[in-house]
T-cell receptor
Framework: NAGVMQNPRHLVRRRGQEARLRCSPM?????VYWYRQLPEEGLKFMVY????????ESGMPKERFSAEFPKEGPSILRIQQVVRGDSAAYFC?????????????FGPGTRLTVT | SQQGEEDPQALSIQEGENATMNCSYK?????LQWYRQNSGRGLVHLIL?????REKHSGRLRVTLDTSKKSSSLLITASRAADTASYFC???????????FGTGTRLKVLA
């Protein structure tokens, strides 16, 4: 059973470009979380999605950031017009389709560098 | 700001010694989880303790939870160099979907 997969592992974008980060949850998992981690810091919650639904996006900046988890295919975190401050590691986690409170399985992360 | 705060922020010990990390939080929780993160990697789940539990063990790990003090501790006994990593607590509150992560403790175990 493959774990949570994220790609790309490393992404370099110039200021103003778009970044697309992908996350494929573990098989059978329908809950996906996105987190951002700055160097030497903890993870900050961004958004929680179920298939075709955004359940909680309270941690996501109102502008330039969006997330989706379509019926088919991976979850996508999209950052438009990237700025240097967007440079961080972005982690995706998935959990089983039960109501909260279970362990999360994390992907290896995507390290975004904005030049 | 993050709900969970770990202390110490950094800890350096000799192989074979025990390592204790603490996590404090602010609101009522459903459960608290501890994760490990090796440098440059994703997080690995270590242990989950529910709000009605006081202590849990898993191998060399021992976790305690004191809901009256809103705090938890993670004890790693007989530490090994391979335990070198950052350790995070994460809290989950009933009725929400969020997991709130603490700021982490960076543990270094010297061989």
């Amino acid at each position: 059973n493959a774990g949570v997969m994220q790609n790309p592992r490393h992404l370099v974008r110039r200021r103003g470009q778009e970044a697309r980060l992908r996350c494929s949850p573990m098989k059978g998992h329908s809950h996906v979380y996105w987190y951002r981690q700055l160097p030497e810091e903890g993870l900050k919650f961004m958004v929680y999605l179920q298939k075709e639904n955004i359940i909680d996006e309270s941690g996501m900046p109102k502008e330039r950031f969006s997330a989706e988890f379509p019926k088919e295919g991976p979850s996508i975190l999209r950052i438009q017009q990237v700025v240097r401050g967007d440079s961080a590691a972005y982690f995706c986690a998935s959990s089983p389709p039960t109501k909260g409170g279970y362990e999360q399985y994390f992907g290896p992360g995507t390290r975004l560098t904005v030049t | 700001s993050q709900q969970g705060e770990e202390d110490p922020q950094a800890l350096s010990i000799q192989e074979g010694e025990n390592a204790t990390m603490n996590c404090s939080y602010k609101t009522s929780i459903n459960n608290l989880q501890w994760y490990r993160q090796n440098s440059g990697r994703g997080l690995v789940h270590l242990i989950l303790i529910r709000s009605n539990e006081r202590e849990k063990h898993s191998g060399r790990l021992r976790v305690t939870l004191d809901t009256s003090k809103k705090s938890s501790s993670l004890l790693i006994t007989a530490s090994r160099a391979a335990d070198t990593a950052s350790y995070f607590c994460a809290t989950h509150t009933s009725g929400t979907y969020k997991y709130i992560f603490g700021t982490g403790t960076r543990l270094k175990v010297l061989a």
